[in-house]
């Protein structure tokens, strides 16, 4: 039996206002929260036992989740009372453990929705004798992302932070948020500190000669970091582009969740959610948007890309592209506004207070 642990300890800070009430881990996707997805993808792939390291609104997850038997697992919570970065938050959960020094142990990060075979990642640590093993995917523009250059047989040759020339980016090859440690390793990080595994832990293990293993999979990969990338793995999930087990119901066009209204006439599109309690009115267009719980999208309002929070309110024909509207704001009728923009939680924006030219 593998066990892991789940990173969930962020703030969430580029998703605010949705993060303001919510840790990112808890934000629905595709009907649940977000976390459920990569617990039950741990779980379809033999995991049993998950430690989740919290830190940020740690007091939501327990109540949710129990002691995991509903998922099947064994869950338990360990709280950092101060940050301790990636390294540290994995230090601090280590009492917890129950494998041996030279048993592996799976580490994901809570915002990460992937595809990725985490079988064949166990398998490429066991058969490779390595210490510390990393999924590693391509992008296409890896300014954003630290580079893990690999040797012929899949080695970690450096750690290469951000680069910004051509000629600091050797590969597209970046490190995708999972891990398989050597439980020794997680041991051997220093306790009560914060510690950055990849500004810390990974270049140290290199410089010491341990062996680090790469395995490039280059199924779906998205960072939930921003709202516009929260929106499209949740409608990822509901498209069927992002597999998990958890989405509640078959994939397809929309997801409405039970006690959900939506007026015959209203069209739903591009993995459009619609959550518990909600309503949608007539004439409504929602295209590639998630209405959570108990939100209100009155008559021929149009949602495109967005996410409306819980008990929040659009009104009759206002216009969204790109918007974050907080739980509980209001947007009186016949507003439009556009990509980027963001409602606070509970805030009210009066009918007609803000409209865009076409020329725009």
């Not at 970690?156 to 440690?181: C, H, M, R, S, W």
Request: net charge negative; with cysteine.
């Amino acid at each position: 039996m593998t066990e892991a642990i789940l990173l969930v300890g962020g703030k969430g800070t580029r998703l605010r206002p949705l993060t303001v009430r919510t840790p990112k881990p808890m934000l629905p996707a595709a009907g649940v929260p977000f976390l459920t997805h990569q617990l039950a993808r741990a779980r379809a792939a033999g995991v049993e036992h998950i430690v989740l390291a919290t830190s940020y609104l740690a007091e939501v997850f327990e109540p949710y989740f129990g002691d995991g038997s509903a998922l099947g697992l064994s869950l338990e919570y360990v709280t950092e009372r101060e940050p301790l970065g990636t390294g540290g938050a994995i230090r601090n959960v280590a009492s917890r453990l129950t494998s041996g020094p030279d048993e592996p142990v799976l580490i994901f990060n809570g915002d990460i929705l992937t595809g990725l075979d985490i079988d064949a990642l166990v398998r490429t640590h066991a058969t490779s004798g390595a210490d510390v093993s990393l999924h590693l995917t391509r992008v296409e523009d890896p300014r954003a992302f630290g580079l893990v250059p690999t040797d012929a047989a899949g080695r970690v040759t450096a750690f290469l932070e951000k680069p910004q020339t051509p000629e600091e980016i050797v590969t597209d090859q970046i490190n995708a948020g999972a891990y398989v440690f050597r439980r020794s390793v997680i041991d051997a990080i220093p306790a009560g500190r914060p510690v950055s595994v990849e500004r810390e832990t990974f270049p140290d293990l290199l410089a010491a000669g341990a062996h680090l293993q790469g395995m490039v999979d280059s199924t779906y990969w998205l960072d939930l970091g921003t709202p516009q990338a929260f929106v499209q793995g949740s409608a990822d999930l509901v498209l069927g582009r992002a597999p998990s087990p958890a989405v509640p119901g078959r994939c397809g066009d929309r997801l409405i969740l039970p006690t959900a209204s939506v007026a015959p006439d209203a069209k739903l599109t591009g993995g459009t959610v619609v959550g518990e309690g909600a309503h949608i009115g007539a004439g409504a267009r929602i295209t590639g948007s998630t209405i959570l719980d108990n939100a209100v999208v009155e008559p021929g309002a149009v949602v495109t890309d967005s996410l409306i929070g819980a008990a929040s309110y659009v009104g009759a024909r206002t216009m969204l592209s790109g918007v974050v509207v907080g739980d509980g704001a209001r947007v009186g009728a016949d507003n439009e506004l556009r990509e980027g923009a963001r409602v606070w939680c509970d805030a009210n924006l009066p009918a007609a207070s803000i409209r865009f030219s076409s020329d725009e």
